[in-house]
């Protein structure tokens, strides 16, 4: 029998039921010179859930990430961690942005260094640069530790960014596209890694993409946003895939493809949408 969409939309995962609340964002608007991007944002987020955001350029994922962050605060709700109202900054979470924020002055080694230096005040160099060399080696970059962010590829400085924020073994890991600049074979070991750390350890994940295999793969849940400014939650969606997970036979299952297609028709039609606001696109005619 076939499985509609909003079956699986009603779905609820075995992370997500009954569950306690890690982040919670509530009713949260934030605006930029005077123009709103973000309006009446929503969204409850559990311990240990992996939770993707998808949308079209511009809708204002990254600006959602930030805020979560502490970087930026909201003009309108609040969002709370653990119970306490996100007002700044924090050690608690750990941040991995698109442009790899290394230290050009610090190799890849001391760039790790830095931050476990936070988590661990108390121990020795050569015990924190044994630690960094063993989370280079868990993104593939062992060899590299010697090496300044100058002399490393783009795909390279973003695995040294990643190797940081999972040294400073925090419970939040907030990611946006940290995989973008990666080459496919590089960004399959890192998605599989951070399953395993998923699994592993009780961290709180919130991921931004544009690749909806990744989003699937890797999501408890998916959530949508549409095209802005102002951009508002449009969908979230429930992943009904068991952990572990295989990507073959994740793949060929009929919910994958219902979602796929689904995910990719909000997309399309948030574009769509956006660029004949824009007078960029006319319904029936020969296109862009």
């Given at each position: 029998?076939?499985?509609?969409?909003?079956?699986?939309?009603?779905?609820?995962?075995?992370?997500?039921?009954d569950?306690?609340?890690?982040?919670?964002?509530?009713?949260?608007?934030?605006?930029?010179?005077?123009?709103?991007?973000?309006?009446?944002?929503?969204l409850?987020?559990a311990?240990?859930?992996f939770?993707?955001?998808?949308?079209?350029?511009?809708?204002?994922?990254?600006?959602?990430?930030?805020?979560?962050?502490?970087?930026?605060?909201?003009?309108?709700?609040?969002?709370?961690?653990?119970e306490?109202?996100?007002?700044?900054?924090?050690?608690?979470?750990?941040?991995?942005?698109?442009?790899?924020?290394?230290?050009?002055?610090?190799?890849?080694?001391?760039?790790i260094?830095?931050?476990?230096?936070?988590?661990?005040?108390?121990?020795?160099?050569?015990?924190?640069?044994?630690?960094?060399?063993?989370?280079?080696?868990?993104?593939?970059?062992?060899?590299a530790?010697?090496?300044?962010?100058?002399?490393?590829?783009?795909?390279m400085r973003?695995?040294?960014?990643?190797?940081?924020?999972?040294?400073?073994?925090?419970?939040?890991?907030?990611?946006?596209?940290?995989?973008?600049?990666?080459?496919?074979?590089?960004?399959?070991?890192?998605?599989d890694?951070?399953?395993?750390?998923?699994?592993?350890?009780?961290?709180?994940?919130l991921f931004v993409?544009?690749?909806?295999?990744?989003?699937?793969?890797?999501?408890?849940?998916?959530?949508?946003f549409?095209p802005?400014?102002?951009?508002?939650?449009?969908?979230?969606?429930?992943?009904?895939?068991?952990?572990?997970?295989?990507?073959?036979?994740?793949?060929?299952?009929?919910?994958y493809?219902?979602?796929?297609?689904?995910i990719?028709t909000?997309?399309?039609?948030?574009?769509?949408?956006k660029?004949?606001?824009?007078?960029?696109?006319?319904?029936?005619?020969?296109?862009?």
């Amino acid at each position: 029998m076939p499985v509609s969409a909003e079956t699986i939309r009603y779905r609820t995962s075995q992370k997500s039921a009954d569950y306690k609340i890690k982040i919670k964002v509530e009713q949260v608007s934030f605006e930029y010179s005077g123009r709103q991007i973000l309006r009446g944002m929503d969204l409850t987020i559990a311990p240990g859930e992996f939770v993707v955001l998808m949308g079209p350029s511009g809708c204002g994922k990254s600006t959602f990430l930030r805020l979560v962050s502490g970087l930026d605060i909201p003009h309108q709700g609040r969002i709370r961690i653990d119970e306490k109202t996100v007002t700044g900054p924090s050690p608690e979470r750990a941040v991995v942005f698109q442009d790899y924020s290394l230290f050009p002055w610090l190799t890849a080694r001391e760039n790790i260094v830095i931050a476990l230096r936070q988590r661990f005040p108390g121990r020795k160099g050569k015990e924190l640069r044994e630690l960094a060399d063993h989370y280079l080696e868990l993104v593939q970059l062992g060899r590299a530790g010697h090496l300044y962010p100058g002399q490393l590829s783009g795909g390279m400085r973003q695995r040294i960014a990643i190797a940081r924020a999972l040294a400073v073994g925090t419970d939040v890991l907030l990611m946006d596209e940290p995989f973008g600049a990666l080459d496919p074979l590089t960004r399959v070991h890192l998605q599989d890694l951070l399953l395993r750390i998923v699994e592993d350890r009780d961290v709180t994940i919130l991921f931004v993409t544009h690749d909806v295999d990744e989003a699937l793969y890797l999501a408890d849940r998916v959530v949508v946003f549409s095209p802005g400014p102002p951009s508002e939650i449009a969908d979230v969606l429930e992943l009904p895939f068991p952990r572990p997970r295989n990507r073959k036979q994740l793949a060929e299952r009929m919910e994958y493809n219902v979602l796929r297609d689904r995910i990719l028709t909000m997309m399309n039609r948030g574009l769509l949408s956006k660029l004949e606001e824009e007078g960029m696109f006319e319904p029936g005619g020969s296109g862009i």
